[in-house]
C-alpha cells in the first residue's frame, strides 16, 4: 500500500464542485433565455431570481477553486480548510447583505416564500458548517467540513436554478 492509500484526492473533488457549479449556472441561462418574458414586473423577477442563482453558483464554483493553490504546500494541513472557510464567511456576508437589499427592491420577490425558505435553511447549514470549521471543530476532518459546506451550498444553488425553471416555464397572468 502506498502513503497515498485511502488519502481523499482534494483537488479532484474540488474541481468536480466547481464543474458541478458551472454546469448549473449554464443551464440556468439557457433556460432563461428560452422562456423569455413579455411582461414587464415578471421579467424583472426572473432576471432577479437568475442573477441571484447565478452569483450563488459562480460563488460556490469560486469557492472550490480557493484552496488548490494552497494543496501544494500543505494538502492535509487543516488550517487551509478553516482559512478558505473564513473567507467564505466573510463573502457570504459581504453577498448577503446586497442580496438582500436587491431583493427588497423588486416588488413580488418575497411573495414565494416556498421557494426562499429552504435556500435560506440550506444556506444556513452551510454558514453553520463553516463556522464550525474556522473554530476548529473539524480538526483533521477540516476537509470534510468545508467539502460538506460546498455541497450543501451547491444544493441551495440547485433550489434556486429549480425556481428560476418554474418561473420561466409559468405562464404569464
Not at 12 to 18: G, H, K, N, P, V
Not at 72 to 94: D, K
Amino acid at each position: 500500500m502506498g502513503s497515498s492509500a485511502g488519502r481523499v484526492d482534494h483537488t479532484s473533488t474540488l474541481l468536480a464542485i466547481a464543474e458541478l457549479a458551472v454546469a448549473l449556472a449554464g443551464f440556468a441561462s439557457l433556460i432563461s433565455v428560452i422562456g423569455r418574458r413579455t411582461d414587464d414586473r415578471a421579467r424583472a423577477i426572473d432576471s432577479f431570481r437568475l442573477r441571484t442563482m447565478l452569483e450563488m453558483a459562480l460563488r460556490y464554483a469560486a469557492f472550490a477553486l480557493v484552496p488548490l493553490p494552497f494543496l501544494q504546500i500543505a494538502p492535509a494541513e487543516p488550517l487551509v480548510w478553516q482559512a478558505s472557510s473564513g473567507l467564505y464567511l466573510v463573502s457570504t456576508a459581504v453577498y448577503g447583505t446586497l442580496s438582500i437589499k436587491r431583493a427588497r427592491a423588486h416588488e413580488g420577490m418575497t411573495d414565494r416564500r416556498w421557494a426562499i425558505g429552504p435556500v435560506m435553511g440550506l444556506t444556513s447549514i452551510s454558514l453553520l458548517v463553516n463556522i464550525a470549521n474556522v473554530l476548529g471543530l473539524g480538526g483533521s476532518n477540516a476537509f470534510s467540513l468545508y467539502l460538506g459546506a460546498l455541497l450543501v451550498g451547491l444544493a441551495s444553488a440547485g433550489l434556486l436554478f429549480l425556481s428560476v425553471v418554474a418561473s420561466v416555464f409559468r405562464p404569464e397572468r
